[in-house]
């Protein structure tokens, strides 16, 4: 599976950004999708993911701001991001596994396959 992710940039606090990660290669409805970030200095941290059936998970820091949907072609992921703050600054990272547990949805060695990343960075 190879990912590319799109649709970094700055933006001011308060603000939108809508991120694109397509797919290509061996996907399957079973298929889970998901956004990471990594802000300089830190570690690597979950932000949002679909499960296979569609269910989807949020961290708590971006729940109510950030949406995950997927695209009509069933490839493409999507992380509209809103009422931006300057803590959301990082490289975000879509991932994917095709057959993640859900016990391990938010630990970023459970996917295996991984996009280059696009910064987003908030200016307050």
């Known amino acids: 599976v190879q990912l590319q992710a799109s649709g970094g940039g700055l933006v001011q606090a308060g603000g939108s950004l809508r991120l694109s990660c397509a797919a290509s290669?061996?996907?399957?409805?079973?298929?889970?999708m998901g956004w990471f970030r990594q802000a300089p200095g830190k570690e690597r941290e979950f932000v949002a993911a679909r499960f296979r059936g569609g269910r989807t998970y949020y961290a708590d820091s971006v729940k109510g701001r950030f949406v995950i949907a997927r695209g009509n072609t069933g490839n493409t992921i999507y992380l509209q991001m809103n009422s931006l703050n300057p803590d959301d600054t990082a490289v975000y990272y879509c991932a994917a596994d095709n057959a993640l547990i859900l016990s391990t949805i938010q630990t970023a060695s459970a996917y295996d396959y991984w996009g280059q990343g696009t910064l987003v960075t908030v200016s307050s």
């Open positions: 290669g061996r996907t399957f409805s079973s298929t889970t």
